[in-house]
């Protein structure tokens, strides 16, 4: 399974950008799929996900109301971050296989990771 992220860059704060994110290797199963970030000496937190169905979605409180996650289809996914802010500057994985339920974005044992892509907030 592999999963393939584009769409990261800088911004000054107030900006947007649009990360997409494609899975390939699959050749039947859907799973949750979600978008996670970590910080400069920070941990790995779970930002947002979308269930296996694409009906459910949530977000961690920091980026409720400024981003919006959608599900093209089964294997792909993409995150449109508006009003960004410098605390939201990370690398940003996505992530299938993950545990994605009300009040939790979480990786499992069986997840798998897209390479990364940092976002940049500065002035």
């Known amino acids: 399974v592999q999963l393939t992220e584009s769409g990261g860059g800088s911004v000054q704060p107030g900006g947007s950008l649009i990360l997409s994110c494609t899975v390939s290797?699959?050749?039947?199963?859907?799973?949750?799929m979600g978008w996670f970030r970590q910080a400069p000496g920070k941990e790995r937190e779970g930002v947002a996900c979308?269930?296996?169905?694409?009906?459910?979605l949530y977000y961690v409180d920091s980026v409720k109301g400024r981003f919006t996650i959608s599900r093209d289809n089964a294997y792909s996914l993409s995150l449109q971050m508006n009003n960004l802010e410098p605390e939201d500057t990370a690398i940003y994985y996505c992530a299938t296989a993950i545990r994605c339920q009300p009040g939790t974005v979480a990786a499992s044992r069986q997840t798998y990771w897209g390479q990364g892509t940092q976002v940049t907030v500065s002035s």
């Open positions: 979308s269930e296996w169905r694409g009906s459910m």
């Open positions: 290797g699959v050749t039947s199963s859907v799973y949750n």
